[in-house]
């Protein structure tokens, strides 16, 4: 048995092949196409291991997925592969459709053809899992309900629209042709191994290295966070359980403003690495807001927990402790992924 992983090398997709070896011996054929966000740095642990079979290609390389599914013949697709920058897709969103839309098209077509051929009970039991985003279902108010599954679709950024376009592929892949799908829907997942674009890795490393901190706006906008071991335990107990043609969405009950994000970041910051130049909340610094900021996000979990019995085992508080010991305790693959491009990308969004 094996299963296949798209975008095994960027954060969420290595921390879950990471963690799919922690309880399970299945190999893992791992394919990304190693863009500046995938970094096999991630799985350094993993190397020479033979569970763990990676792959450098592109979603869109249809002969490639074929060759990949007739030689390995995955028992199911964990399909990660995204651009999943907001601010990027603002300035280039061609990238998102060609990697969000067009590669989730070419791998349901790969997996239909793949699937099709397949009898008796590897045809019944293979799964395609396509892991998507909260944002496709827009911006609530302050007094909304979180977004459930049956909430309605109202992307509004190149990136969500990207996702929610590959979202509905999948449902119609699955009603059409009966390819056996589920979807889960996360909320913004934060930990190890995280590319520093994101608010928290961004947070961390400015401050380390007495730079500011942007913050966008008010800082008023309110997120849901999930430590990103909780959205692996998720995935995998969808894989294994989940109702074919299903949504689940995988949240952390955490509902955050940013900025009280970055100034709980600061105070740990202060307690575990203290700035002789003073707290690290002196480096906060208000930025001209992005375009189309959507104000709240927050999932409602309870179906995934009612069906498949998951609820997250991490309290923010437990989880934003774990990420700045780690990237306090891994500064040379901070400095690593600090590449001229990372460095010119985020003077170009936050300079002045």
Request: with cysteine; glycine share 8%; net charge negative.
């Amino acid at each position: 048995m094996t299963i296949l992983v798209t975008g095994g090398a960027g954060f969420i997709g290595s921390n879950f092949v990471l963690d799919w070896f922690k309880s399970s011996d299945e190999p893992v054929v791992n394919l990304d196409a190693l863009t500046y966000a995938g970094n096999l740095e991630n799985l350094a642990s993993l190397q020479g291991d033979a569970r763990h079979v990676f792959v450098k290609g592109d979603i869109c390389d249809r002969a490639l997925i074929d060759h990949l599914l007739a030689e390995h013949q995955p028992r199911a697709i964990v399909h990660f592969a995204a651009e999943s920058h907001v601010d990027r897709s603002i300035h280039g969103p061609g990238a998102f459709m060609r990697t969000n839309v067009e590669g989730t098209f070419t791998l349901l077509e790969a997996a239909r053809a793949y699937w099709s051929a397949l009898q008796g009970e590897a045809k019944s039991g293979f799964r395609f899992h396509h892991v998507s985003t909260d944002e496709v279902y827009g911006s609530l108010k302050p007094q909304d309900p979180p977004f459930a599954e049956t909430h309605a679709y109202e992307p509004n950024s190149p990136y969500s629209a990207s996702k929610a376009a590959s979202d509905h592929l999948v449902r119609a892949w699955h009603h059409t042709y009966g390819l056996p799908v589920v979807t889960t829907n996360c909320s913004n997942n934060y930990g190890p191994y995280h590319f520093p674009e994101k608010l928290i890795p961004l947070m961390i490393v400015n401050a380390l290295a007495g730079k500011p901190l942007p913050v966008y706006g008010d800082g008023q906008q309110i997120r849901d966070w999930l430590y990103v071991t909780d959205h692996c335990s998720g995935i995998r107990a969808v894989l294994a359980g989940g109702t074919l043609g299903e949504t689940y969405n995988i949240g952390g009950w955490n509902e955050k403003a940013n900025i009280d994000i970055v100034k709980t970041v600061c105070a740990l910051l202060d307690e575990l690495r203290p700035d002789p130049a003073g707290p690290y909340a002196r480096l906060i610094t208000y930025v001209t807001d992005r375009p189309g900021h959507d104000r709240r996000y927050a999932i409602d979990a309870r179906k995934i927990e009612r069906d498949l019995g998951w609820r997250p085992a991490e309290t923010f508080e437990t989880g934003i402790r774990k990420t700045v010991q780690w990237y306090l305790a891994n500064e040379a693959w901070v400095a690593n992924v600090q590449s001229g491009g990372y460095r010119d990308w985020v003077s170009q969004q936050y300079g002045a």
